[in-house]
C-alpha cells in the first residue's frame, strides 16, 4: 500500500474512531465532554440524539407542580396595578400537562459568547415554544399548529408540518383525558430534568414525590424548562401518525416496505413532489415511473432516514424511524432485506396502517391502495452493509 492510499485509509477510519471513543465516554462518564462542533463524529452523535423522539413522559396538573395554582377560570377585569381577576364561584377544570424529559442533551456552546445552550430546546423555540424563565411561576403561549395525540399506548407531539417531536409511552388518567378534551389543549413542558427518570442507584419506591418535584423546580431555575400551550387531540381513530415497517412478501410485495405518514412529507411539498404515485400491484417490477425523483433511504443498524442525495445530510434530511425498544431484532431482518435488493418502498398516506386486529391484512390493503408510492433506492454506504455513518 503506498504512502497516499495509506494516509487517505488512516483520515476515513478517524470519524469512525472518534465518534467509537465518544460513544464510550458518554457510556462511562454519563457526558461525551466537549468535542468540536464540525467534527464528523459531533455531527453523528447530535443526529442520533436529535433524532430520538421516543422518551419518558408524565400527565399531570399544574397544581400539582404548583399547589394552589392553576384550573381554568374566566377573566372578570384587572386590578389598578394591571393583575388580571378570575371568576372563582365555580367548579373550574384543572389545567392539564404534559411533560415530557428527552434522555439526552446537546450542550453547544458558543466561543465568542460563552453561552451554552441545548440544541433540542433551540429546535423547539424556533417552532413556538416559550422559554420559561428562571424565576418566573410559569409561563406559555398558544404554539400554533402543535397537537398532541393519544395513541394506542401513550401520546405523541406533532410540530405543524406533523412531524413527529416527541412521543412517549404511559396510560393516562380518565381525570386528566377529561379535562383534556374539555379544554381542547395541554400545557406541555420539556426540559432534561423535571423529576420522570429515576436517578441513577435509586429505586421508583424510593423516589419521592416530594423529590421529584424539587428536581422539576431546579431544572426551571437553572433556566432548562420550555413550554407551549398544544392542541388536544385525543385518539384520532384512523389517522398516521407512526411510521410501519413491513418485510418482503407481506401482502405479497416484492419488496421490504416503509408507510410514512403523509404529514411527515408536508413541509417537502407533499410525497408526490418526489414521483410518488397511485399503489403499484404488490409484484410490479421496478421500472422508471415507479423510482422516487430526488430521493434516498439511508440505512443504519439503528435507523433509517429519508434524505435528498444532492444535499448536504443537515439539508437534505425529509424524515427518519428509530426502532424502538424490543424491535431491534425484526429492524435488522428488515434491513438486511432491504440491503439485498438495493430498494424499499415507500408507501405514504394519510390513514394508519393497521398491524393488528380481525381482518388486519385486508385492512392494510385498502390502506396502501389509498397511498401514493415510489421505490426508494439505498444510499451506496446503506447497500455496502456498513452500519454507522461515515464509515
Given at each position: 500500500?503506498?504512502?497516499?492510499?495509506?494516509?487517505?485509509?488512516?483520515?476515513?477510519?478517524?470519524?469512525?474512531?472518534?465518534?467509537?471513543?465518544?460513544?464510550?465516554?458518554?457510556?462511562?462518564?454519563?457526558?461525551?465532554?466537549?468535542?468540536?462542533?464540525?467534527?464528523?463524529?459531533?455531527?453523528?452523535?447530535?443526529?442520533?440524539?436529535?433524532?430520538?423522539?421516543?422518551?419518558?413522559?408524565?400527565?399531570?396538573?399544574i397544581d400539582s407542580l404548583f399547589p394552589g395554582a392553576g384550573s381554568v377560570a374566566?377573566?372578570?377585569?384587572?386590578?389598578?396595578?394591571?393583575?388580571?381577576v378570575f371568576d372563582l364561584t365555580e367548579t373550574r377544570d384543572r389545567v392539564p400537562v404534559?411533560?415530557?424529559?428527552?434522555?439526552?442533551?446537546?450542550?453547544?456552546?458558543?466561543?465568542?459568547?460563552?453561552?451554552?445552550?441545548?440544541?433540542?430546546?433551540?429546535?423547539?423555540?424556533?417552532?413556538?415554544?416559550?422559554?420559561?424563565?428562571?424565576?418566573a411561576l410559569l409561563g406559555a403561549m398558544p404554539a400554533d399548529g402543535w397537537e398532541l395525540y393519544r395513541t394506542t399506548d401513550g401520546v405523541v407531539l406533532l410540530d405543524p408540518y406533523g412531524g413527529t417531536v416527541a412521543e412517549g409511552r404511559l396510560t393516562l388518567d380518565p381525570e386528566w383525558v377529561s379535562d383534556a378534551a374539555s379544554?381542547?389543549?395541554?400545557?406541555?413542558?420539556?426540559?432534561?430534568?423535571?423529576?420522570?427518570?429515576?436517578?441513577?442507584g435509586r429505586t421508583l419506591e424510593s423516589y419521592t414525590a416530594d423529590e421529584q418535584i424539587k428536581e422539576f423546580h431546579q431544572c426551571r431555575h437553572k433556566g432548562y424548562l420550555i413550554a407551549a400551550v398544544v392542541g388536544w387531540?385525543?385518539?384520532?381513530?384512523?389517522?398516521?401518525?407512526?411510521?410501519?415497517?413491513?418485510?418482503?412478501?407481506?401482502?405479497g410485495l416484492a419488496l421490504p416496505l416503509a408507510y410514512v405518514p403523509a404529514a411527515s412529507f408536508r413541509a417537502h411539498g407533499g410525497a408526490e413532489a418526489f414521483g410518488f404515485t397511485t399503489?403499484?400491484?404488490?409484484?410490479?417490477?421496478?421500472?422508471?415511473?415507479?423510482?422516487?425523483?430526488?430521493l434516498a433511504a439511508e440505512l443504519t443498524a439503528t435507523d433509517i432516514?429519508?434524505?435528498?442525495p444532492d444535499l448536504d445530510r443537515e439539508l437534505g434530511w425529509i424524515c427518519g424511524y428509530r426502532p424502538g425498544p424490543g424491535s431491534h431484532e425484526t429492524f435488522g431482518a428488515w434491513g438486511n432485506e432491504a440491503r439485498r435488493h438495493g430498494y424499499i418502498l415507500v408507501a405514504s398516506g394519510e390513514k394508519d396502517l393497521p398491524t393488528t386486529g380481525p381482518d388486519c391484512a385486508e385492512r392494510a390493503f385498502e390502506v396502501l391502495m389509498d397511498s401514493v408510492v415510489a421505490a426508494v433506492p439505498l444510499t451506496p454506504f446503506s447497500r455496502s452493509g456498513h452500519t454507522e455513518r461515515g464509515e
Open positions: 500500500m503506498g504512502k497516499a492510499a495509506r494516509n487517505r485509509r488512516l483520515r476515513s477510519a478517524r470519524p469512525q474512531q472518534q465518534s467509537a471513543a465518544a460513544e464510550a465516554r458518554l457510556r462511562r462518564d454519563g457526558h461525551t465532554g466537549p468535542m468540536p462542533a464540525a467534527a464528523p463524529a459531533t455531527r453523528t452523535l447530535m443526529a442520533q440524539v436529535l433524532d430520538q423522539t421516543e422518551m419518558p413522559c408524565r400527565a399531570t396538573f374566566p377573566v372578570t377585569g384587572v386590578t389598578d396595578g394591571g393583575e388580571p404534559m411533560m415530557f424529559e428527552p434522555e439526552r442533551m446537546v450542550m453547544a456552546t458558543d466561543t465568542a459568547t460563552g453561552t451554552t445552550h441545548d440544541l433540542l430546546t433551540e429546535a423547539l423555540v424556533s417552532g413556538g415554544f416559550t422559554r420559561v424563565p428562571p424565576l379544554s381542547r389543549q395541554v400545557l406541555v413542558l420539556v426540559g432534561p430534568r423535571l423529576g420522570i427518570r429515576v436517578p441513577p387531540r385525543g385518539p384520532d381513530a384512523g389517522k398516521a401518525l407512526k411510521w410501519v415497517l413491513l418485510r418482503q412478501r407481506s401482502l399503489f403499484l400491484p404488490p409484484d410490479a417490477p421496478i421500472n422508471e415511473p415507479s423510482l422516487a425523483r430526488g432516514d429519508l434524505i435528498r
